[in-house]
């Protein structure tokens, strides 16, 4: 990512979608392609537009959405799955991003 390189940025997005489950800190994340920290993260946000919590949120909500629309999940085992501390939390982030709730999302999507 040093010159924001599009292998570079491919190479921590699959790392981060991979580990999703994992406690992923920037600090791993710059690891992947030789940064320090503070200059991955502002690389990371030059090239995505977001920072690389923001990215790992998003990425963990998409995949809670797919798995809740599924209608076979419950929505503490898709937290869980996804490395939310618990499902509280991860029903405030779900809300904060999609605008709905994780049970509301599965219901609306198993119609």
């Known amino acids: 990512m040093a010159a924001g390189s599009i292998a570079q940025v491919r190479r921590v997005c699959e790392y981060i979608h991979t ?3 994992a ?5 791993e994340l710059a690891s992947q392609v030789n940064l320090s920290p503070h200059h991955f993260s502002m ?5 995505l537009g977001v920072t690389p ?3 790992v ?4 909500i998409r995949e809670a959405q797919r798995q809740l629309a599924t209608g076979r999940a419950e929505i503490s085992e898709v937290a869980l799955r996804l ?3 618990d499902q509280s939390h991860f029903s405030r ?12 999302w599965g219901k609306i999507t198993t119609r």
């Open 57 to 60: 949120l998003q990425a963990r």
């Open 53 to 55: 919590h923001q990215y």
């Open 43 to 47: 690389l990371f946000k030059q090239a």
């Open 19 to 21: 580990h999703l489950a």
């Open 23 to 27: 406690d992923i800190g920037v600090a």
């Open 83 to 85: 490395g939310f501390s």
């Open 93 to 104: 982030a779900f809300r904060k991003i999609t605008g709905t709730t994780p049970a509301r």
